[in-house]
Each structure stands twice: as C-alpha cells, then as structure tokens.
C-alpha cells in the first residue's frame, strides 16, 4: 500500500512540475525504476516486458552487461567524457572499429561526421549539407515519414499534428507518395518522376531525396527493394543525393546492420542515431561520401557531438556485428514475430488486421478507429510496453530489444493476444 502511495506522489510530481508536452507517460503512467535486458521495474515492484526498446534506442537491451562493464571502467579510470569535436582515444577506437566491422565487410565508403546527439540533428546536417553541395533549395521526401521535431526535419515529415507545432511556414519540401500509398497497383516511382521530368509540374529539381526504408513512426510501411533501386535510379540520373534516414530502421533493426543493404542500394549519406550508442547514451552520425564532405571546419557544430561515453558503448556494441550471426538470430527471431501476428489477424478477423513491417520492426494496422491503443493500454495493464505508430495510431507495434530471448518474445505474445481479446470484447 505504501508503494502505491508512493506512486501516486511521484506522478503527481510529474503532473505539477513537467510540462504538458510530455507524451510517453501518458501511455505507461508509472514510475520505472529499474531496467534489465528486456524487462523493466517500477516503484510498485511489478515487472514489464519491453516491446518498446527505446523507441528503437535500446536495440541490445537495457544495461547491457558487456556495455555497461565497457562504460564503468572508462569513467572510473577518469576517461573524457566531453570534449565538442577534440581528438579522443575513445573517439579514434570507435572511428577505426565502425569502419572495419561495418563500412569495410559492405564495401562502403563514409566519412562519420558527428553532427549532435539526437536523431533530428543527424537528417538536419544531412539537409544542410546536400544543399551546399547542390547549391539547390528543395528537398523531396514522402508520405508518412518521420524525421524530427527540428524545423528542417519537420518540414519533410509528414504527419500533420507535428507539423502543426511548428508555428511557423515549413519550406523547400514536397512530399511524394511512398510506395503502395496509392495502392498496390500504382508505382509511385513513375508518378516521381514524371514531376521530375515535366517542365510544368511546379516541383523544382531537388538537392535531395531522403526516405526512410520502414517508415516506423509512419505506420511500419515497408519500401520494396525494386522501389528503393528505382528511386536510386532516379537520383543517379538526376544528380540528385539520395539521403536514408536509418535513425530507428538501422543497427539492426530489419535484419542487416543498415535497413538498405538487402536492396542494394547505396545512399550518398545515411542517418544514424539511436541505438548507434548501443546503450541509450546520446549519440548520432551522418555518413557522407568523401567527395560530398565540403564542410569547412566547424561550418556545422555542436556542443554535444563529442560524447566520448557512447563512443565507449558504440564501440562494444559492434561486436554483435563481427559475424552474421547476430543478423541470422534477429531474421529468425523476426520469423517468429511474423507468424504469431498472422495468427491473432486469422483468429481475430474484427481486428480487421493487416501485418506489416520486417525484422523485428513489426505490427498490426487496425481498421477498426482506436483499437490499437486500446490494446497497447490493455497491454500495459498486463505488464507489456508497447506503442502505436501510424497517422492515426492505427498500428500496435512489436519493438524488442534485438538481444530479445524466444521465452520472453512468447510470453509477451501471450499478453497481446490476451489483450487483444478483452479490447475486442470490452
């Protein structure tokens, strides 16, 4: 009874003394106080499973041991922690490793610039750098994707609530349709470049093209691999760069390390933020092409982009990566994700249900209006955290650490058909 108590005050902390802009707690309105892997605590002592991850920031769970080891020792042994864009032993140790393990095995060739810690600054270096060197204004993105809370990112986003809190014109965007939006029988491919092409099409010749290979926050909209050679194609043809926005899609989170290797497919510069530290520490990268890389020094900085305790985590975290096990391990464990959610939208037809996603970036479209969150709540009640994604919030979706193991992946299956079926029936 005291727990309860106590946390009944702690969020009435939050009530009082956090502005009303907070979001995720309105969703998990609880107190957490301990994380572990793929569980989390709260003050009442119940336990979560969390198909959550972050937000895709946590793809090798929480506290990783080997990470945390890394980290410990590091700050114990009175290593940097900050020091803006200064040459670092930590810094020098991830840059060597994350081109031996990731770029060199998939014969890319990147320069890492590290723009800020967040997401949003990544895709905003990546825009301000594709108009340097295009001198162009105009950067063409699509339907339903999500690219940060920024103005240069909010421009190209697409959902409308977000966009609205900006307060002011977002500008130099064009959204086009992203693949199957019109439907499965339109190539929205030929609808881009027919604006490309057409002199009276009102739509100037872009500095680039960005896109997210699996919109997440858009609805788990999965580009097919011939789409994204296709609009390859296009830039090639047009001199166009072509941005992807791997922040919540990359790091493993389809499969492969980068969400583009399965098509192909070779960005001029990549987004990478999130789960790049490994451990939920802040950190981002903008992968560049060397002959893109005109910055002049410090025309692009921050105060923050030189975290040397992600450089510490982002470094072990790489491991995973030495091999193609760990890919074969999240493709297999997304199989079993895949199947069980084919299995509640064939058991349970009034969920009017359409799967979508890849890897372990997975989820149900709902066709009956508010359903989804309604079963993430359900979900919560039962000890799994879980959201929506989709302009209407339309899609549950299944997000687990990629460390995940079969027995927990199961044991929260069971907690969202469970919820499922009271959401279907209350």
């Known amino acids: 009874m005291q727990a309860i108590k106590e946390l009944d005050s702690q969020l009435s902390v939050f009530e009082s003394l956090e502005s009303e802009v907070r979001g995720y707690i309105r969703s998990f309105p609880t107190t957490f106080v301990k994380a572990k892997g793929s569980m989390m605590w709260d003050v009442n002592e119940k336990t979560y499973i969390d198909f959550f991850a972050g937000a895709g920031a946590l793809n090798y769970g929480h506290n990783n041991s080997k990470m945390k ?51 949003t600054n990544t895709v905003e270096s990546a825009l301000k750098l594709a108009r ?12 339903n994707g999500f690219h940060g809370m920024t103005l240069g990112s909010l421009a190209i986003t697409g959902n409308s ?8 014109s977002l500008n130099h965007s064009v959204a086009m349709p992203f693949d199957k939006y019109l439907g499965e029988d339109v190539d929205t491919v030929d609808y ?3 604006f490309l092409e057409d002199n009276g099409s009102g739509v100037a010749l872009p500095a680039a093209i960005i896109l997210e290979t699996v919109q997440g926050e858009g609805g788990l909209n999965v580009a097919n691999a011939d789409w994204l050679k296709r609009v ?16 919540q899609a990359g790091c493993g989170r389809t499969g492969t390390f980068f969400s583009f290797e399965q098509a192909g497919i070779n960005p001029d510069i990549v987004c990478l933020s999130k789960s790049i530290s490994g451990y939920g520490t802040p950190m981002a990268l903008t992968l560049i092409k060397p002959e893109y890389d005109i910055w002049a020094a410090g025309e692009h900085n921050g105060t923050f982009r030189g975290h040397n305790l992600a450089f510490i985590t982002a470094t072990e975290a790489l ?44 989820g149900i479209a709902c066709g009956v209006e508010g359903l989804a969150d309604k079963i993430c709540a359900q979900a919560f009640e039962r000890g799994l955290i879980m959201e929506t994604s989709g302009p209407k919030s339309e899609v549950f979706k299944i997000m687990p650490a990629l ?8 044991q929260g299956f069971a907690i969202i058909e469970e919820s499922v079926k009271n959401s279907l029936t209350n």
């Open 319 to 362: 491991t995973y990566w030495e091999n193609d096990d760990f890919t074969k391990e999240i493709i297999d464990k997304g199989l079993l994700v895949d199947e069980f959610l084919h299995e509640l939208v064939k058991k349970y037809p009034e969920l009017e249900g359409e799967v979508r996603g890849k890897g372990l970036f997975r």
């Open 132 to 143: 340097k060197v295009t001198g162009r204004e105009l950067v063409i993105s699509f339907t």
């Open 161 to 168: 609530f977000k966009r609205h809190g900006a307060g002011v």
């Open 192 to 194: 881009l470049e027919r």
């Open 69 to 119: 080891e890394k980290l410990i020792n590091y700050i114990a042994e009175d290593g940097i922690t900050h020091s803006l864009d200064m040459g670092t032993q930590a810094k020098a140790t991830f840059l060597t490793c994350f081109n031996e393990v990731i770029l060199k095995p998939r014969n890319l060739e990147y320069k890492v610039m590290f723009p800020g810690p967040t997401g």
């Open 232 to 247: 390859e194609e296009i830039c090639r043809r047009w001199d166009i760069l072509l941005i992807v926005d791997d922040v």
């Open 403 to 410: 460390t995940i193991d079969c027995e927990t992946l199961k």
